[in-house]
C-alpha cells in the first residue's frame, strides 16, 4: 500500500478519463507483449517484509513515525498502522547465493531497525498477526501518516457503505473448544494485524503464465507449511488467520453484493490464465476504481517515442486488487520487466524460517512451471482455492487436494513429491547446492517435525492456560518468549515447547 496520494478525480468527467487511460495502458501492454519489449537478461528475487512495532509490555507501539525518522533509510517505509513499517530488501539475482546473501542483508537491515526502534521505545516483532492487539488498537487515529491509507479508508467505507465485519470461527486449542470471532471495525485498521511476506521473482513474458498458475497451485502448501498468525483479538482462530482477515477487513462488498457473486477486492481469482494480459485486463472489467489517479503521460505515445510507459493508471489500479499472486510490471532505469508477487505468506518467525519459505515457492514454481503434462491442466482452479482456505485454517492438519494423489497433509505432500521438485528447480535456476541445502533442509525438518509457528503459539499459550494464566497474560507471555526465539535465529522446528 505504499505511494503518496496528491490528487483524485472526483467528477464524473474525471472518473470517465480515468478510466479511458486504464483502457489505453492495457493497449499499451498488449503491444509491448506482441512486441517482446521486456528485459530478462537474468532472473532476480526480491522480497518486502512487514513488521511489528511493540512495546516492553508487549503491547502495539503506535511509533511508526518516530522509529522511521530515527532509521532514515528508504529501504524502511509506512504501512498501514501506526505500529506496523515495511522493509523493501533490493532485488539481486536468484542463481548462486542470492539467497544467502538476501538472508545476510536482511539479517542487518532488521537489526538496524530493532536497535533504532529501541531508542523509540519499541522493538521489532516479525509474526504474522500480533496477538495482543485489541479492538482499540483499530480506531481511525491510528492510521499511519501517509495521506494514501486516509484515502483508501474513505473509499472502502464509502462503497461498503457500512462497517466491516470480522466473522471467523476458529480451530480448537489442545483440549479446548473452538473460539469465535464476531467484531465490528469502523476503518480498515484489522488489515494493519495482518503482517505478511512478500517474495518477488521476475519472469520472462512467455514464462509468465506458467509460473502464475504455479504459484497458485502451490499457495493451500505455502500456507499450511508457513502458518504463524493464529490469534486475533483474544481468540485462537485459523494458523494463518491472515487470510480470511485480509478478505473480511478490505471487503468493499456489503452482503447484497455478497450474495449477488460480486467479486471480493482480495482475490484468489477464479481461472489459469494465458498471459499475464489476462489479471490486469480482469482487473479493468471487474473492479471499479478505489484511488482514480491519472498522469499526463500517454502511454501509446510512449512506445511511439521508444520509451517505456510508466502504465501509471494500470499500476495504481492493480495495487487495489490484492491478488494472492499479485502480477506486476515495473521499470527501472528505463526498462520494463514483469514479476510475480507472491503474497501469501506471514513475517516470521526468525530469517532463516522466510528464507526457507521464499527457497521452496522459487525452486518449486520453477518445477512446476515446467512440469508436463503442467499441473493445472489436471487441477481444477477450484481445488488449488479450496486448498488455500484449507491450508490457512489447518495448516500441518490440512487435507489438501492433489492430482495423481488424492487427499493428503501438506507435510507429507511435501516430503513425497514437492521437495524433490524444489531441489530441482533451485538447480535449473543455478542456486548454489550450499544455499539449496541448507535452507530447504530446514523446510524438510519442519515438516518432520510437523511444527510452524502457529503450533509452537497455539502450544505455547494453552499451555501456559493450563498453568493458570488469563488469556491475556498467556498471549503477552507466549510473545515475550517468541521475540526471544526470534532473536535467536534458531529455525522454529527447533524451538522448545512450553515449559
Sequence with gaps: MGGKVLITARTGSERQHYRDKVQRCLCALARMLAEGSFSFERQHIGLEIELNLVDKDMRPAMANAEVLAKLDDPSFQYELGQHNIELNVEPRPLAGDGVLDLAEQLKDSLAKADTKAGDAGARIAMIGILPTLRARHFKRKWLSANPRYAVLNEKIFAARGEDTVLDIEGVPLPSAGSEHLLHFADSILPESANTSTQLHLQVAPADFAANWNAAQALAGVQVALAANSPFLLNRALWHETRIPLFLQA?????????????????????????????????????????????????????????????????????GTVWRWNRPIYDVVDGIPHLRVENRVLPAGPTVVDMMANAAFFYGAVRALSEQEPALWTRMPFQVAEDNLYAGARRG????????????????????????????EGLRRCGVSDQARERLLGILERRCVTRRTGSVWQRETVAALEHRGRSRNAALCEMLRRYLEHMRSGEPVHTWPPAG
Excluded: K
Design 250 to 318: 478490505t471487503d468493499t462488498r456489503p452482503p447484497e453484493l455478497r450474495n449477488q457473486g460480486v467479486r471480493p477486492r482480495v482475490w484468489f481469482g477464479e481461472r489459469w490464465i494465458t498471459s499475464i494480459f489476462d489479471l490486469f485486463e480482469e482487473n479493468a472489467r471487474y473492479f471499479p476504481s478505489l484511488l482514480p489517479l491519472t498522469d499526463a503521460q500517454d502511454p501509446l505515445n510512449e512506445l511511439d517515442a521508444g520509451r517505456a510507459p510508466s502504465l501509471f493508471e494500470l499500476r495504481m489500479h492493480n
Design 396 to 423: 500441518m492438519d490440512a487435507q489438501l487436494c492433489w492430482p495423481g494423489t488424492g487427499w493428503i497433509r501438506p507435510d507429507d505432500l511435501v516430503l513425497g513429491t514437492l521437495l524433490p521438485m524444489a531441489h
